[in-house]
Nanobody
């Protein structure tokens, strides 16, 4: 499975960004699509996840600010990030689970300036 993430960048606090991650090459149905992030010196943490039926899960730190969605026909997951804070600065990684395996994208940098 190949994952192509895009949409990161530099934004001022209070601004918005939208991340996208397109998956290709899977012969199994993708059941979970998720976004993780990793800031320097920190462990990688789950930001948001969405299963094939549409149920979602969010980290407490991003609830009411971030929205995860997916287009099953395109095998693409999105992360709409609003009201961004400097604490959201990190490399964001998409992950998909297909069958019994998990796959990671290459990461996209999100930097929020104060």
């Amino acid at each position: 499975v190949q994952l192509q993430a895009s949409g990161g960048g530099l934004v001022q606090a209070g601004g918005s960004l939208r991340l996208s991650c397109a998956a290709s090459g899977s012969s199994f149905s993708i059941n979970v699509m998720a976004w993780y992030r990793q800031a320097p010196g920190n462990q990688r943490e789950l930001v948001a996840a969405i299963i094939s039926g549409g149920s979602t899960k969010y980290a407490d730190s991003v609830k009411d600010r971030f929205t995860i969605s997916r287009d099953n026909a395109k095998n693409t997951v999105y992360l709409q990030m609003n009201s961004l804070k400097p604490a959201d600065t990190a490399v964001y990684f998409c992950q998909v689970k297909a069958g019994s395996l998990a796959y990671w994208g290459q990461g996209t940098q999100v930097t929020v300036s104060s």
